[in-house]
């Protein structure tokens, strides 16, 4: 079954304490497929593998322009913090890193967006 993304929030937390619960606008891709780590030997035909370990990227996510907010965020920039993408009764994906956050480029008739780049240092865990 399908589901939407509305009211889907990002919390962030400091150990037990909550920080912050962030209206994001969008989010990255919650995993990654392992490296692929070539085993292929000069008797074979095709190449083989073996998975590698997962290759976890800068997750960036976006969110409208609050002061507040972006105050609280950029306070606890480099921290080791946890985060997690809540789709209500649908779920969570938590997982720990560090952030950063800056106020994206914008045009006219825009509104201020904010991103918050998480460097996770760990799985993602889906309950």
Known sequence: MA???QGTVLKIKNGEEA???????S??????????IDVTTLADTVQKFIP??????????VAN??????????????EDLTYTVEFGANGTFTFNGSHSVAIAGAGLNAAVDMKISVLPNGEI???
């Open 19 to 25: 920080l912050v619960t962030v209206n994001i606008k």
């Open 52 to 61: 590698g370990v997962k290759a976890l990227a800068a997750m960036e996510f």
């Open 65 to 78: 322009y609050d002061k507040e907010v972006f105050t609280t965020l950029k306070g606890k920039e480099g």
């Open 125 to 127: 865990t889906a309950a």
């Open 27 to 36: 989010f990255p891709d919650l995993g990654a497929a392992p490296a692929a």
């Open 3 to 5: 589901i939407s993304t």
